[in-house]
């Protein structure tokens, strides 16, 4: 029988009035969080050569950006730091100075405009270090391999340094083993209770990182990041990279890439659907839309909707994306994609 029985077979006429009041996704500027690179030593902003639009900013104009973001509607974001580069070195101990770049960041932001934005740090030293890694490179066996435990001490004084200076979420995106319960438990000793944990759960050795290392200066400057990274052939490793980390008290997961990893997040939402979902619409996919778009090949607004209409629609609830301040402009400007 079928699911709709009719006398005949027909089509609503679907206006645009009838097909947003059945859409069965709705995208809206809450669901976004915006990314902001925050460069020490910088006197103005600096743009980011493969991320077309978007810049390195100096510690002194995050308010100014902030603030833009908020008058458009933008209300949550990640922050990203950058030392200078004589302050990295094997360790990443510049991830945990209370005055490096992010911590500054957070108590200019919080100075000026007190709870009002929501603020996720990123926790990873790869930034920071001078190899470049997300975690401490040692010899072992006649290899180079990556210490775990020591990298688990490091990010934890990291996220306790961010919470200090007022981080409402810390954000762990090294891959590290434990990283989640090590960093849960650094924060609850130091009374950090209220401080969350989104976890960069199911992460992707990916190539679609590239623009993003240029940014943070942090691509590896040997080997690569495949030991501690997930391989991109699959996907039911995620089912056990996001338990493990909801075992050990994370807030939110998240899958990172994610234009390409569209039926993970599918499967990691089935598989925990009480738990908040995030996706990270990543630097290669924001970068390859704004190519095609400065040479006039895809409309950009109709295609950023649409990739993160996709997103949302495979079961993030989230979608942290360097398209959001764009996209609460158009927005505003009454720009109606669908």
């Not at 679609?208 to 991109?232: H, K, L, N, T, V």
């Amino acid at each position: 029988m079928p699911l709709f029985p009719q006398t005949r077979p027909r089509r609503l006429r679907l206006t645009k009035g009838i097909r947003d009041l059945v859409a069965e996704t709705k995208l809206s500027i809450d669901d976004l969080i915006m990314p902001i690179f925050v460069k020490e030593g910088l006197d103005k902003p600096e743009p980011i050569e493969a991320m077309p639009g978007y810049y390195r900013y100096p510690v002194s104009d995050v308010v100014k950006v902030v603030g833009e973001a908020l008058e458009n509607g933008v209300k949550v974001f990640l922050l990203f730091g950058i030392p200078l580069p004589e302050k990295k070195d094997h360790l990443g101990s510049a991830a945990y100075d209370p005055n490096g770049p992010v911590p500054q960041a957070i108590r200019l932001i919080r100075k000026e405009f007190g709870e009002e934005p929501v603020i996720f740090t990123d926790v990873c030293i790869c930034g920071y270090t001078s190899h470049g890694h997300c975690g401490i490179p040692v010899e072992k066996h006649g290899r180079s391999l990556i210490d775990n435990d020591s990298t688990l001490d490091v990010i934890s004084r990291m996220a306790v340094v961010h919470a200090e200076a007022g981080a409402d979420f810390v954000a762990p995106s090294g891959m590290m083993d434990g990283m989640v319960g090590a960093i849960r438990e650094a924060l609850d000793d130091e009374g950090y209770t209220e401080v969350g944990i989104m976890s960069y759960a199911v992460k992707y050795a990916s190539g679609f990182y590239g623009p993003f290392r240029e940014a943070a200066d942090s691509a590896p400057r040997f080997g690569d990041r495949r030991s501690y990274q997930m391989d991109p052939r699959n996907a039911y490793e995620a089912i056990k990279e996001a338990f493990l980390d909801i075992e050990e008290g994370a807030d939110i997961l998240m899958v990172k890439p994610a234009l390409a990893y569209l039926d993970v997040i599918r499967l990691v939402k089935e598989n925990y659907p009480h738990y908040p979902l995030a996706a990270y619409n990543v630097s290669g996919e924001y970068s390859m839309v704004k190519a095609a778009a400065e040479k006039g090949w895809i409309d950009e607004k109709l295609v950023t909707f649409e990739i993160l209409t996709a997103i949302k629609r495979a079961g993030a609830d989230i979608i942290i994306t360097y398209h959001a301040l764009d996209v609460a402009k158009w927005l505003r400007e009454g720009y109606s994609p669908f």
